[in-house]
Structure formats: structure tokens, C-alpha cells
């Protein structure tokens, strides 16, 4: 018998079990999957038992917090209201926010105290040439071009107008130049030679040849290959601009590059065309930027502290030079 029956398997064995006469046969796969149905019925059946108190915590939330509302916000209606009613009815009281406000009550029957200004009558000694000198400090565009105004000094006008290259310039400029000079700076990074002489029209115009403006750009036109357009626009510039000075600053040594560079040889012969057609005008001048390695930043394109020092100093002497014949004031 035992060798019909043979030897069983480990992963199929069964065991007979006699229900109501009947044999029931059972192996340890639906032992594994009826133990995993007891675990998930378990965890189902908590799972809603945590929903369920938590829909009973969140109503009783709920149900205080109206109360809260309604008893803090509803207050019943006065008696006369109810007589006119003949309800106990609620109404709603908007609160008010500006609860830190302290309202101040009127009392009719207290006698208020009336104060009196005792230096009102200093009032009529007040100087009333002080309105007009007002006003025209307003006009002026800074507060050292009034003090000249009224020593009756005579003062310089200088406007700045380039790229990235004279940033921060105007400021150097004016603590060189000092309080009889008024300077102006207009930058416009990226801009080329095209943008930077359209700058400040409404003011340029009103120049005269005490005045003086400084042009710095070139060097993104340079960059682009279009040095011509640069040397263009700079001879318009200074044709259209006759009735004043005009100084011009050289396009800067390019050190972010190699020296066999075509940019840098292009700046080479930018500066010379420069020079070369700045020397037919009297009124205008160009001024050589600073060359040192030293005086620009670690990248090399533009100039450092020490490079603006330097130029701003050389636009001071060039101004001095032509506004001012005493060479004692030259800073270079």
C-alpha cells in the first residue's frame, strides 16, 4: 500500500480533516493565504475604527465651535425690539478690528480747556526771502550748485555719459573736481557708441562752452566687430555738439584676451582713428585710459578701483586744463 500511495511532496502536503462527514483537504499554501486574510481583516477593521473616531472627534470640533461663534458673535435684540416682535430673536454684531482704538467719550457737561501756541508770534519775524531760496534749491540738481548760486561764484556743468567702463566715475569725479563743479553721470551697460551719444539730449543742449562733456564707449562696438560705426557716431557726436567741450576716452585694453588677439589689435587701431580725427576739433580732446595690468580686475575687461582713480584723476586734470589756466591745480 505504501508504494501506491508513494512518498508526498513537502510543498503539497495535505491533511484530511472530517467535518460533518465530509473530508476536507488543506495545504500550507492556503494555511499562508488564510492567515494573511486574518491580518488583513484585522487591519481593516481598525482602520475603521480609527476612522470612525475621528469623524466623532472632528464633529465634536465642529459642534463647539459653533457654539463658540454663536455665543460670541449673537447677542439677543433688546426689550423693544421683542415687544415690537413679539419673538426672542438673535442678531448679528459685526466685531470690530480696531479693537486697540480707545473711543473717546464727549461729556458735554465737563469744560474743555482751550491751549494757546506762545510761540506764535516768532512768526512774523520769519524771513520771507527764505520761500524764493527754497525754490530755487529745488530746481537746482545739486545742493554745492545752490552755495554757488548765492556767492555768486562761477560754476562748471560736467556730464558723464558711457558704459559699464565709467560706472562709479561720476562719483570719483565729482570729490576731485569739488563744489564748483556740478557732474551729472548717465551709464548704460552693453550700450554701444550708437546709444551712448543719444544720452541726455534735453541736457547736452543746454551746454555752453563752460560746460564740458565726457564720452566713454567704443569698446562694445569693438567687441562686435563694428569699430566703424563707433568712429562714426563719436565724429557726429562731437560735429553736433560744437557748443561745448567734449572729451573723449579711448577705448580700454581688452585683458580677458590673448595679445595675438584680433579684438585687441582692433583696439589698437580704434584708438588711433580716434585720436587721428579728435585732433581736427578744438573743442574736444580724447583722454588715454590707464594700461597697467594692475589697474584692471582678475577677469581683465573691466577696471578696478585703482583704474578708476586713475581715470577719473586724468578727466579732472583735462577739465582743470581747459576751464582753469593755473597749473598748480593739475592732478596730474
Known amino acids: 500500500m505504501a508504494d501506491e500511495i508513494g512518498v508526498p511532496n513537502n510543498s503539497s502536503v495535505k491533511s484530511s480533516v472530517n467535518t460533518n462527514n465530509s473530508e476536507v483537504f488543506h495545504c500550507k499554501k492556503c494555511e499562508e493565504v488564510e492567515y494573511q486574510l486574518q491580518q488583513a481583516l484585522e487591519e481593516f477593521s481598525s482602520a475603521q475604527l480609527i476612522i470612525q473616531m475621528l469623524k466623532e472627534e ?32 438673535w442678531s448679528e454684531v459685526i466685531p470690530t478690528h480696531n479693537r486697540r482704538i480707545k473711543q473717546v467719550n464727549s461729556y458735554p457737561n465737563v469744560q474743555q480747556i482751550k ?9 512774523q ?23 554757488m548760486k548765492k556767492t555768486g561764484n562761477k560754476c562748471h556743468k560736467v556730464i558723464l555719459i ?5 560706472r562709479d566715475c561720476a562719483q570719483k569725479l565729482s570729490n576731485y573736481l569739488g563744489t564748483s563743479y556740478e557732474v551729472i553721470g548717465y551709464v548704460s551697460p552693453g550700450a554701444g557708441q550708437e546709444v551712448i551719444t543719444n544720452l541726455a539730449n534735453k541736457e547736452l543742449d543746454q551746454l555752453t562752452q563752460e560746460d564740458l562733456v565726457v564720452v566713454c ?13 563707433g568712429l562714426s557716431c563719436a ?3 562731437i560735429q553736433h555738439r560744437r557748443h561745448t567741450n567734449v572729451l573723449l576716452i579711448n577705448a580700454p585694453h581688452r585683458y580677458d584676451l590673448e595679445e595675438s588677439s584680433c579684438v585687441t589689435k582692433e583696439v589698437e587701431l580704434f584708438n588711433r582713428k580716434l585720436t587721428h580725427f579728435v585732433k581736427q576739433y578744438n573743442h574736444a580732446e ?13 577677469h581683465g575687461l573691466h577696471m578696478n578701483k585703482k583704474g578708476k582713480e586713475y581715470l577719473s584723476r586724468k578727466i579732472a586734470d583735462a577739465i582743470y586744463r581747459l576751464c582753469n589756466p593755473d597749473p598748480n591745480t593739475y592732478y596730474s
Open 217 to 229: 564707449g567704443g569698446a562694445n562696438n569693438i567687441s562686435k566687430n563694428n569699430s566703424m560705426k
Open 125 to 147: 519775524f520769519r524771513d520771507h526771502s527764505d520761500s524764493g531760496d527754497g525754490q530755487k534749491s529745488k530746481k537746482s540738481r545739486s545742493v554745492p550748485n545752490a552755495i
Open 115 to 123: 491751549t494757546h501756541n506762545r510761540f506764535q508770534v516768532l512768526e
Open 58 to 89: 472632528s464633529l465634536q470640533v465642529q459642534q463647539r465651535g459653533h457654539q463658540a461663534i454663536e455665543s460670541r458673535n449673537l447677542i439677543q435684540c433688546n426689550q423693544q425690539d421683542t415687544v415690537e416682535t413679539n419673538e426672542n430673536k
Open 162 to 166: 558711457g558704459d559699464s567702463h565709467a
Open 286 to 298: 580724447v583722454i588715454a585710459i590707464g594700461e597697467k595690468r594692475e589697474q584692471y580686475t582678475k
Open 235 to 237: 565724429t557726429k557726436f
